[in-house]
């Protein structure tokens, strides 16, 4: 392959990546979590929450291919193992399967994360001049808004 050359500095390049990555390892941490609970939420507002677990892990799912994706365009290698990513995500991992109720609240706190994450990575993108970056960062913070958001009022 041919040398990069985007207009973005190597060492610009990196740290975004680096950035990128943890990213990455919380929202891939975080579609593990809701795709956990998608399988084994019980309780009267089962339908309801299958159901919104199952739209969500699948958005994970997309998401964190176009992050991935990213990365690999800065020209740095993408983590993809469980450990590279519980080294990298500031999601702590969940172990018992909880009730119903504290599920939504362990997924708002995750949604919650990676808004703080995305932050994170848009100043890095910002101070790097890397519009495609912060394009992708800001929709994903978006997102994790909203369905923040939207976990929330289910617990009121």
Not at 8 to 34: C, F, M, V, W
Not at 72 to 101: H, M
Request: charged share 30%; hydrophobic share 40%.
């Amino acid at each position: 392959m041919s040398k990069i050359d985007i207009g973005i500095a190597t060492k610009d390049r990196e740290t975004i990546a680096g950035g990128l990555k943890r990213l990455l390892a919380d929202s891939y941490t975080l579609y593990l979590q809701t795709h956990n609970f998608h399988w084994n939420v019980t309780g009267p507002m089962f339908r309801e929450l299958h159901l919104m677990f199952e739209e969500q892990y699948m958005e994970l799912a997309e998401a964190v291919d176009d992050i991935a994706e990213r990365i690999r365009t800065l020209d740095v290698p993408a983590p993809g193992t469980y450990q590279a990513f519980a080294q990298l995500s500031s999601i702590e991992e969940v172990v018992e399967i909880p009730e119903a109720k504290k599920m939504v609240e362990i997924l708002t706190h995750g949604h919650e994360q990676v808004v703080k994450t995305c932050r994170n990575v848009l100043k890095e993108a910002q101070a790097g001049d890397d519009e495609s970056t912060i394009a992708l960062v800001s929709d994903r913070m978006r997102v994790h808004e909203k369905t923040a958001w939207m976990l929330r009022a289910m617990s009121k």
